[in-house]
């Protein structure tokens, strides 16, 4: 079974920077897209960001566009997310989303990924 485990959340006051990474590891596969959500207990999950194999645009939710950067490497099936400027609004528990096949619907989509890490905590202090 392919494991996600995603790393670098914390604490960090309001304007701040925090970068969170994430690995795909166990079976040999390849893993097509790599994504992130977020979500808080009783909250419906959020989209966060996106990016396939392809090196395709990268896909960002309204909010986040502008201080949020993805980015993956390939050989290394792992994905990144950068996240400037930092609000309160942003705190929540973020999840690392991997796909080992092609995405027909929308990146957007929680249904598109099939692997999925077991959340790492972000917390911005107003």
């Known amino acids: 079974q392919v494991q996600v485990e995603e790393s670098g959340g914390g604490l960090v006051q309001a304007g701040g920077s925090l970068r969170l990474s994430c690995t795909a590891s166990g079976r040999p596969f390849s893993s097509y897209g790599m994504a992130w959500f977020r979500q808080s207990p009783g909250k419906e999950r959020e989209f966060v960001a996106a990016?396939?194999?392809?090196?395709?645009?990268?896909v960002y939710a309204d909010s986040v566009k502008g201080r949020f950067a993805i980015s993956r490497d390939n050989a290394k099936n792992t994905v990144s997310l950068q996240m400037n400027t930092l609000k309160p609004e942003d705190t929540d528990i973020y999840y690392c989303?991997?796909?080992?096949?092609?995405?027909?619907?929308?990146?957007?989509?929680?249904?598109?990924?099939?692997?999925w890490g077991q959340g790492t905590q972000v917390t911005v202090s107003s």
């Open positions: 989303a991997v796909s080992s096949r092609i995405i027909l619907s929308s990146t957007r989509y929680a249904s598109a990924y099939n692997y």
């Open positions: 990016v396939t194999r392809s090196a395709g645009s990268p």
